[in-house]
């Protein structure tokens, strides 16, 4: 058998394994539009001293639930392609939300503290052309690490799945994808 015919085999035998996992949806498809992949960004300060962090402890430290505690926010933006149609988005919308049970370590335990969305309202004329926000709560950045997972954390069992499959299902619908991460500070005292 050659490996094109393998993988349509393999692929035909799990279709309803990945739409149980909810992985694909009958009635939505990716768009048809192929676009050559992005170059490579070079990395800012912060993706620097996060990468050289993780490889100073190493995986099993830096996604760790007890590392760094503490709240962390996780905020993504999205504009979505053209042509992505209301239902598309709203099944990209569900399927970030539901991250909130899904995104589980090894043990079972919840990653994730909550999510919260909405469609992008401001009047300011600032929004840089983003339709729909996210606000992920963390409880702390071993949480947020493990969370995130690929490309940062590639070692396996050491980053969510549940969010690498979303990022997979969702990347065809996004033609922009802002992730923006912070550790609430005390409010100033008035």
């Known amino acids: 058998m050659s490996l094109p015919a393998f993988l349509k085999t393999l692929l035909r035998a799990s279709a309803p394994a990945a739409l149980a996992l909810g992985l694909v949806t009958p009635a939505?498809?990716?768009?048809?539009?192929?676009?050559?992949?992005?170059?490579?960004?070079a990395l800012d300060a912060a993706?620097?001293?996060v990468r050289a962090e993780l490889k100073s402890i190493g995986a099993a430290r830096f996604t760790a639930p007890d590392y760094k505690l503490g709240v962390v926010?996780?905020?993504v933006m999205f504009t979505f392609r053209p042509g992505t149609t209301a239902a598309q988005r709203a099944e990209v919308t569900r399927r970030f939300v539901a991250l909130t049970t899904l995104s589980r370590r090894p043990d079972g335990k919840t990653v994730v503290t909550s999510i919260e969305t909405g469609a992008q309202n401001s009047g300011e004329n600032?929004?840089?052309?983003l339709e729909q926000g996210y606000l992920v709560t963390f409880q702390s950045e071993g949480d947020r690490n493990f969370?995130?997972?690929?490309?940062?954390?590639?070692?396996?069992?050491?980053?969510?799945?549940a969010h690498d499959a979303f990022k997979t299902f969702a990347g065809p619908y996004l033609a922009k994808v802002v992730v923006f991460d912070f550790t609430p500070t005390a409010p100033a005292a008035l």
């Open 73 to 75: 926010r996780h905020m």
């Open 28 to 41: 939505l498809s990716a768009p048809a539009h192929k676009t050559a992949p992005a170059a490579t960004p």
């Open 147 to 161: 969370y995130v997972g690929r490309p940062i954390v590639t070692e396996a069992g050491h980053f969510d799945l």
């Open 126 to 129: 600032s929004d840089l052309g």
């Open 47 to 49: 993706a620097r001293a």
